[in-house]
């Protein structure tokens, strides 16, 4: 079954620092990946997805995600953290199982950032 | 920008009454999901539903869980019996044939 491993459960980094969340995937046959952010007593916000082609994808809020399929990861980046960054943040990765043309997620357990002046 | 909107944002209700939570997916899309996050825990799928019927669903979704989308907009989670372990956010999605767009919740509370 496929799954993601979120490592971290928090990511601590200054204002300004580029920030790193990391996400490793195991999914047979080729991977559709995607990063969605929470904010408190939200609900999810799609980030940016992986589902072919450039291996750097670009997404939301000047976040991006580098795919590596060697490493089996998804990490996603950003150059320059913001306070307002700080959010939990949950890796997924589609089911290939999935029937009728659906994108069932399996998500990991969330990386909460902390962005701090 | 076309959203999910859900409703109620917050239920709370006793052990074994009946829980309706109500989502209008946006207009196009085709596939629409059911999710849940305990508080603290990971979110966790529940149900697919595609073409007015149920496309897959995962052991969470027992008998007393149901779905329908009466009208053609409306889209809704139906717990029968509620238990203590019901407790969760539960969220709404709708997608094409890519990312999944996610409704803000509903957070269900049950005493």
């Known amino acids: 079954a496929q799954s993601v491993a979120q490592p971290e459960d928090q990511v601590n980094v200054a204002e300004g620092n580029p920030l790193t969340v990391k996400c490793t995937y195991s999914?047979?046959?080729?991977?559709?990946l995607f990063w969605y952010v929470q904010y408190p007593n939200r609900g999810l916000q799609f980030l940016l997805k992986?589902?072919?082609?450039?291996?750097l994808v670009k997404g939301s809020y000047g976040f991006e995600a580098e795919f590596n399929k060697s490493q089996t990861s998804f990490h996603l980046k950003k150059p320059s953290a913001l306070v307002s960054d700080s959010a939990l943040y949950f890796c997924?990765?589609?089911?290939?199982?999935?029937?009728?043309?659906?994108?069932?997620?399996?998500f990991g357990t969330g990386t909460q950032l902390k962005v701090e002046l | 920008e076309p959203e999910v909107t859900q409703t109620p944002s917050h239920q709370v209700t006793q052990m074994g009454q009946e829980v309706i939570l109500r989502c209008v997916p946006i207009?196009?899309?085709?596939?629409f999901y059911w999710y849940r996050q305990i508080l603290g825990q990971k979110v966790e799928f529940l149900v697919s539903?595609?073409?007015?019927?149920?496309?897959?669903k995962s052991e969470i979704f027992d008998d007393q869980f149901s779905v329908e989308r009466p009208d053609g907009s409306n889209f809704t989670l139906k717990i029968r019996s509620t238990k203590l372990e019901d407790s969760a956010m539960y969220f709404c999605?709708?997608?094409?044939?890519?990312?999944?767009?996610f409704g803000e919740g509903s957070r269900l509370t049950v005493l």
């Open positions: 999605a709708s997608s094409t044939t890519g990312e999944l767009f």
């Open positions: 999914v047979s046959g080729n991977p559709y």
């Open positions: 992986y589902i072919t082609g450039d291996n």
């Open positions: 997924a990765v589609r089911d290939p199982t999935s029937r009728g043309g659906g994108n069932k997620l399996t």
């Open positions: 207009s196009n899309h085709l596939y």
């Open positions: 539903f595609y073409n007015n019927e149920i496309s897959e």
